[in-house]
Each structure stands twice: as C-alpha cells, then as structure tokens.
C-alpha cells in the first residue's frame, strides 16, 4: 500500500501530460475541411440571378449562395487577370505585380504554398493563356507554385473544341483527379475561362437566350476585341443597341455553360459524401464590360460592371446557410478567410482580412473599404459602401495606346443614390474627394508610391505633402 499513493501520482500526471498533448499540435486532428477554389473568369456578378439578374444564368451557383454565403459587394483588385489572381492567392494588392513580367515571384507566398506546408495535397487546373505554369505569348508562367499538381495543357486544346478549352475540359480533369484522391485531405483550385470572350459556347447554350441575331460575323462570333480596339483608339465602333444586346446573351450562355459544369462537380462531391466536409469557393478575376460607361470587355476602367465580382462561401458544417453580407470586401479577403476557416494562422505578409468574423457577426466594425487598380490605364479606386472615388495618374501606361477619352482626371460617385455610377460629383463634394484621396494614398504599396511620384503624377500639395511625410513615403 505505500507504493499505491505514489503509483496513483504517476497515473494522475500521466493523464495530465496526455490532456496537455491532445491540445497541441501533435495530437491535434490533423485532418481539416477540403476546399475548392472556383474562379469563373470575367464573370460580373450582376448576370448571376443569386445577384439579383433577371435571366436565370446560374442555378447551380445559386444553389451554392443559398447553401452558404453571398457577399453583396466584392470588389476586384485589379480589372485584368494576372494581377487579381496574383493578389488573391498572395494576398497582396495588385499593384505588386503591376510589370510586364508576370511570372509570380518566389519570394511571394500563395495559398497553396501555405496550405501544403500544414498537410494539404494541392492541384490546380486551368484553361487560361495567362493562368500557367508554362510561358505562353500572354505569360510567363509561375501560377503553379505552391502545387503537387497543376495542369495548364487544357488550353492548348483545338480552338473550335470549347468543350475541352473550358469549362468542360476543366470539370472532366477535376472529377477524374477526385476520383483518384478523395480520401485525402486536399485544395483543388479551378479556373475556367468562361465566361471570358470569346462568348462562344456548344449548344444550347450558344443560342439560349438570342437565337434570332440577324447582324454583323464579328457579334454573332462573340467576338468584341476588334471593337474594343476602336474604342481604345477612340474611333466609333458602328455598334447599336441589338448588337450589344446578342454579345450581353452569348456571354450569359457562357456563364450558364460554366454553371451547369459546375453543376456537375457538384453531383461528384455528392457521389463521395463529401459536400459537408468541403468548403467550396466562388469567385472571378474582374467583371465585363458592355457599353455601360461607353467599353468593352474589361482592363482600363475601374467602374462596378469591371470590378465587381461574385463572391460566395458555401461549407454546411462550418458556415451559416443563405446568408448575404452588404459590407465592402476584396479579393485579397479570400486567402486569410479561407485560412481562418481551417483554423490556419495568416502570414503576417498578407494584407487581406479573414470575413469569418462577418460572417458569424462577431465583429461590430469593418474595414468597409476595397481597393482596385488598373495596370493599363493607371487608374486606382478607393470603394466605400457610400463613395467611389477614381484617380487617373496620368502617368505613362503600359499600355500605350489608349486615347484621352480615358484620362477623365477624377471622379466622385455617390453608390448609394447613383449605383450606376453615371454622375460625378468631384467638383460638387471636392472635400469628400480630397479625403479619399488620402486614404487611397494609404493603401498604395510604396514601389508603387514611388513610381507614381517620380512620375509626377501625385498631386503633392502641402496637405498631401505632410500626409504622405508622416507615413514614410516623403522626406
């Protein structure tokens, strides 16, 4: 009985280390959710019905929104792919990239890299020219790191045959690379080109919502970029109301293309239980453009037709269910909610915020404010839920040929009343103005603050002046 009292110590701190151990990371259940990012290039979240769009593109994306979560107001970084898929994976913001050498850095740190180092098995499929890992006329490369796998031969694919370019192409690799590895715990990032043009699609969803077009090769190709051209040079296009109309539905045939592959996917996780386990991601690079402020297409304008995107949450056992978020929130939001949800730290490196605390209401006060940035118009925009400012820098651009029509110097539009964006108010609410601003010189990085001042292109009168001394970026 005199050894009882000690054996009974030593049980009693044996169970103790082992309490102390099951709470740190070499008990801790290794196995996280699944995740699934899926980027739909081009696509404006104003031609997706869950966002109020009177043609119903997108039943399958819709089911997702009401299974999970919408975020009203999701703004791009960058209306131009390379840059916003660069700034949604780093989390960084666009102007990072802004070179014509697009091949990501190593230095940088993407979400993928972050969730293999934590046990993921990362795969990346993608029908982009831009989306690559290998040099393209459009890219250098460099989007596969931080993968186990990333297959960029989709695009490759004979020009007539979408179905294999995208998004089916896509699907067809995802569902047989599930098939293969299910039962691990993985990151699958998806990037379909559709609804990017050309907006051309198989039937019937080709002809689905104009099937009577009678006008020009060029509209009924889906074709706009000759058109885009002359807009650029600041030439008339000959184009009228029926002509955008039919390019507006070849692209939503895109779209309901997209979703109904999508649709698909979405049978396969069913098919291997693994809906619940899986959180599942919507999203787009940047909108489109259809002569809602006189262009096409996308890449020089900063107005919502280019910059706002859909983004959608959707995981049953971790998120809440139909809900929709009004606060303003960014792309590079989505690496550190991602993380968040899967209970990973956030490099310090990334400038996004996790939107789990949104989501669950657990925090009262926002940042409510996105950043976007052209690299071929040199224009940045500072979003609120009340204001839109726009600064053109009138600095070189890359892109060299753009006419005066798009050097409109600065713009004030007041969303709540003028969600259109169709009057400037600069010269009416100069004071509101000014203190965008500001605020939009806060959130520029400093390689960027420095091109644009050594361009001259930063009005630095002696406000600006003090501001920009008190954050270290003037002497």
């Keep these: 009985m005199k050894y009882f009292k000690y054996i009974i110590s030593i049980i ?37 019905n869950c966002y109020g769009y009177h043609r119903k593109t997108s039943p399958y994306i819709d089911y997702l929104a009401r299974k999970g979560v919408l975020f009203k107001n999701a703004f791009s970084q960058a209306p131009a792919t390379w840059p916003s898929v ?38 990346g499929f993608s029908s982009s020219p831009i989306v690559t890992k290998t040099e393209t006329s459009y890219s250098l490369g460099g989007f596969e790191q931080g993968f186990d796998t990333f297959d960029d031969s989709i695009y490759k694919g004979e020009k007539k045959n979408w179905q294999w370019r995208s998004p089916e192409g896509i699907i067809e690799h995802a569902l047989r690379w599930l098939d293969a590895n299910y039962k691990k715990n993985f990151f699958l990032f998806l990037y379909i080109m559709d609804p990017h043009d050309v907006y051309h699609s198989p039937e019937p969803y080709n002809s689905l919502y104009d099937p009577d077009y009678p ?64 959180l599942i991601i919507i999203t787009s690079d940047h909108g489109e453009e259809f002569f809602e402020h006189g262009g096409l297409k996308h ?18 056992s971790q998120l809440p269910q139909n809900i929709k978020i009004d606060e303003i929130v960014q792309s590079l939001d989505i ?21 789990l605390p949104l989501i669950k ?23 609120t839920k009340k204001w839109k400012y726009i600064h053109h ?11 005066d029509k798009y050097k409109k110097g600065k713009e004030l539009y007041d ?24 605020e939009l010189l806060d959130l520029i990085p400093n390689l960027e603050k420095e091109r644009l001042e050594k361009a001259k292109a930063i009005e630095l009168d002696k406000e600006t002046k003090e501001k920009l001394k008190s954050l270290g970026y003037l002497k």
């Design 12 to 48: 009693i701190l044996i169970i103790s280390i082992i309490i102390i151990l099951q709470n740190t990371s070499v008990f801790k259940k290794q196995y996280k959710k699944n995740i699934i990012l899926i980027y739909l290039d081009a696509l404006s979240s104003k031609h997706l």
């Design 86 to 123: 660069h700034s949604t994976l780093t989390s960084q913001y666009a102007s990072h990239f802004f070179t014509k050498k697009i091949k990501l850095k190593e230095e940088k740190l993407t979400l993928a890299e972050v969730l293999k180092q934590n046990g993921y098995y990362t795969a």
């Design 215 to 278: 006008g020009k090769k060029l509209i009924i190709a889906g074709a706009p970029t000759f058109y885009e051209k002359k807009i650029l040079e600041g030439t008339e296009t000959g184009l009228n109301d029926r002509d955008i109309f039919h390019l507006i539905s070849l692209y939503d045939g895109e779209i309901t293309y997209a979703d109904a592959e999508i649709g698909r996917l979405l049978k396969k996780l069913e098919e291997l239980n693994l809906m619940d386990d899986t």
């Design 299 to 316: 890449g020089y304008t900063l107005y919502n037709e280019a910059i706002k995107i859909p983004l959608i949450f959707m995981c049953p």
């Design 335 to 355: 690496v550190p909610t991602v993380l968040d949800i899967v209970d990973i730290k956030k490099p310090k490196i990334m400038q996004g915020e996790s939107l």
């Design 361 to 383: 209401k657990k925090k009262p006060k926002w940042r409510n404010y996105a950043l976007s940035e052209s690299p071929f118009a040199d224009v940045k925009a500072i979003i």
């Design 393 to 403: 820098f009138e600095s070189k651009p890359l892109h060299p040929n753009l006419n």
């Design 415 to 438: 969303l709540e009343h003028d969600p259109k964006e169709r009057v400037n108010l600069y010269d009416k609410k100069p004071e509101v103005a000014k203190k965008l601003y500001l």
